[in-house]
Structures are given as structure tokens and as C-alpha cells.
């Protein structure tokens, strides 16, 4: 009689904490499929190498995530030139809303470099803060005029 009630015990014991781990993994499930993928930048710039003065072009993707990602919509962008000088601007944007709101996926822009090489940044901001980020590095050799200085 007591090796019955010991066996019902443990019995109980491993269900309980079968249930709890069962709850447990779906809780975790729950959250994983709540959360969709974050989205990610590249940058890529055309040409990577040239002769000065070299007029490059950049595009910068948000690949992945939602279209209508709440904390990718209307942010400031700026870029970074590798040469000491930035550029930001920032849009006039409805207010969020959910499922409605679209994030632009694309930004292209095109700068001038001088010889040097230089490693270009392009980020994401939300109230002065970085929240996503890409770089990318060209070559610009000297032109003609530029070698003999």
C-alpha cells in the first residue's frame, strides 16, 4: 500500500511537471511567432573604385520584416561619407499605424569623393539614437590633374 501511494505520488509529480514544461515550450512558441524577423540593411555602392573626382552612387535596402514595421517607419536617415562630412534628412510622415503604414525599403543617393579611400556609413535614427546600421568602403585613385600635386 505505501509503494502504491508512492508510485500515484510520483506519477503525480512527473505529470505536473510534464504540464509545466509543455506550458512552458508553448509560452515560448507564442512569443517566437508574435515576433516577426528584424529587418536588416545593406549598402552597396556603384562604382567601388574609380578615378577622382568620382561620383558614386549608394543604395542602401531594408531586407526582411514586416512592411509595416513600426520602429523602420518615418525614421531619420543619415549618411556618413568617410571623408569627416555627413547628410541627414528626415520626412514629414503620417502617424503610425498598424498594419496600414508602410517603411520604405529604399534610399539612394549619390555624393562625390575625391582620392582616398573612404568607409561610408548609412543609419537608421529615431530621436537623435541609431537603431540600424550598413557600411561600405570605396577606392578613388587621383585623376589626372590630382598626380602631379
Same mark, same amino acid.
Request: aromatic fraction near 8%; glycine fraction near 6%.
Given at each position: 500500500?505505501?509503494?502504491?501511494?508512492?508510485?500515484? #505520488? /510520483?506519477?503525480?509529480?512527473?505529470?505536473?511537471?510534464?504540464?509545466?514544461?509543455?506550458?512552458?515550450? /508553448?509560452?515560448?512558441?507564442?512569443?517566437?511567432?508574435?515576433?516577426?524577423? &528584424?529587418?536588416?540593411?545593406?549598402?552597396?555602392?556603384?562604382?567601388?573604385?574609380?578615378?577622382?573626382?568620382?561620383?558614386?552612387?549608394?543604395?542602401?535596402?531594408?531586407? @526582411?520584416?514586416?512592411? !509595416?514595421?513600426?520602429? %523602420? %517607419?518615418?525614421? =531619420?536617415?543619415?549618411?556618413? #561619407?568617410? !571623408?569627416?562630412?555627413?547628410?541627414? /534628412?528626415?520626412? !514629414?510622415?503620417?502617424? %503610425?499605424? /498598424? @498594419?496600414?503604414?508602410?517603411?520604405? &525599403?529604399?534610399? =539612394?543617393?549619390?555624393?562625390?569623393?575625391?582620392?582616398?579611400?573612404?568607409?561610408?556609413?548609412?543609419?537608421?535614427?529615431?530621436?537623435?539614437?541609431?537603431?540600424?546600421?550598413?557600411?561600405?568602403?570605396?577606392?578613388?585613385?587621383?585623376?589626372?590633374?590630382?598626380? !602631379?600635386?
Amino acid at each position: 500500500m505505501v509503494n502504491a501511494r508512492r508510485l500515484r #505520488w /510520483a506519477s503525480a509529480t512527473c505529470l505536473t511537471v510534464a504540464a509545466l514544461a509543455s506550458a512552458a515550450a /508553448a509560452q515560448k512558441s507564442d512569443k517566437d511567432a508574435k515576433e516577426p524577423p &528584424r529587418p536588416k540593411i545593406t549598402l552597396r555602392a556603384q562604382p567601388i573604385a574609380s578615378t577622382s573626382p568620382s561620383r558614386v552612387t549608394l543604395t542602401a535596402e531594408i531586407v @526582411g520584416g514586416p512592411n !509595416d514595421n513600426e520602429e %523602420y %517607419y518615418c525614421p =531619420t536617415v543619415e549618411w556618413e #561619407w568617410g !571623408d569627416g562630412t555627413r547628410s541627414e /534628412a528626415s520626412s !514629414d510622415c503620417e502617424p %503610425y499605424v /498598424a @498594419g496600414q503604414s508602410r517603411i520604405a &525599403r529604399r534610399f =539612394t543617393v549619390a555624393h562625390v569623393f575625391r582620392a582616398g579611400s573612404f568607409h561610408i556609413i548609412f543609419n537608421l535614427k529615431r530621436h537623435e539614437k541609431v537603431f540600424a546600421t550598413a557600411g561600405t568602403s570605396i577606392q578613388v585613385t587621383p585623376g589626372l590633374g590630382e598626380r !602631379d600635386q
